[in-house]
């Protein structure tokens, strides 16, 4: 089974503070995701990753950064987190045309 | 470039009705289609797909056709249970070679007893 795995399910951070949200997948994917999801907006992609140490923007990149050091981990950072970006984040990766999603990341910032 | 459109919800339903849910995009040749659903607290995912015209995505009782002739890929279900109720979105390759995908909006399903 194809297994996308998001370290943390809820987090809870202050304004200012530099936040990591941690994805694995286990399935050998050259391509990597990381979307945003809230209300009436649907889902947003902020970053890419199609290579080992190679990023692309999404259409909200802004705030945000990305690791890729490895090819199964992709790491999204919020720098200095603010209160915007209390979201859910979702990870995922793919094969071909076909996106696999892991279980989401909901982080507030207070 | 790509894109979808897809009914706004929320869609509220008895068990056993039928449900479509409509979605009907614009693209560059004849990209593959999909619908994934997203249960309450998860993620997405991924519920059919249908990679060329007239093909038929089926799963879990449910069934999209690819249908180029109106550019539609509507969901639909012939008889729906409360274990059915959650978001619903349909998408489409973004166009480049990433493997991205577009989404639309989602579709909030509830069913009730």
């Known amino acids: 089974d194809v297994k996308v795995t998001q370290s943390s399910r809820y987090l809870v951070k202050r304004t200012g503070e530099k936040v990591f949200l941690e994805c694995v997948q286990d399935?050998?994917?050259?391509?990597m995701f990381w979307y945003r999801q809230d209300p009436g907006l649907g889902l947003r992609l902020i970053y890419f990753?199609?290579?080992?140490?190679?990023?692309e923007k999404g259409d909200i990149p802004e705030g945000y950064s990305v690791s890729r050091e490895k090819k199964e981990r992709f790491s999204l950072i919020l720098e200095s987190a603010s209160t915007n970006q209390t979201s859910m984040y979702l990870c995922?990766?793919?094969?071909?045309?076909?996106?696999?999603f892991g279980e989401g990341s909901w982080l507030t910032v207070v | 470039g790509n894109s979808v459109t897809q009914m706004e919800g929320p869609v509220t339903l008895s068990e056993e009705a039928f449900l479509t849910i409509n979605c009907t995009y614009t693209?560059?040749?004849?990209?593959?289609l999909f619908w994934y659903v997203q249960y309450p607290g998860e993620g997405l995912q991924l519920l059919l797909k249908a990679t060329k015209a007239d093909d038929k995505g089926s799963n879990k009782g449910f069934e999209a056709t690819y249908r180029k002739e109106t550019t539609s890929f509507h969901l639909e279900k012939g008889s729906v249970q409360v274990s059915d109720s959650a978001v619903y979105f349909c998408?489409?390759?973004?166009?480049?070679?990433?493997?991205?995908?577009?989404f639309g909006k989602g579709t909030k399903l509830s069913v009730k007893p």
């Open positions: 998408a489409l390759p973004y166009g480049g070679s990433q493997g991205n995908l577009i």
């Open positions: 990753s199609y290579d080992v140490k190679m990023k």
């Open positions: 995922a990766s793919s094969l071909k045309d076909t996106i696999y």
């Open positions: 399935m050998d994917h050259e391509n």
């Open positions: 693209a560059t040749g004849y990209p593959s």
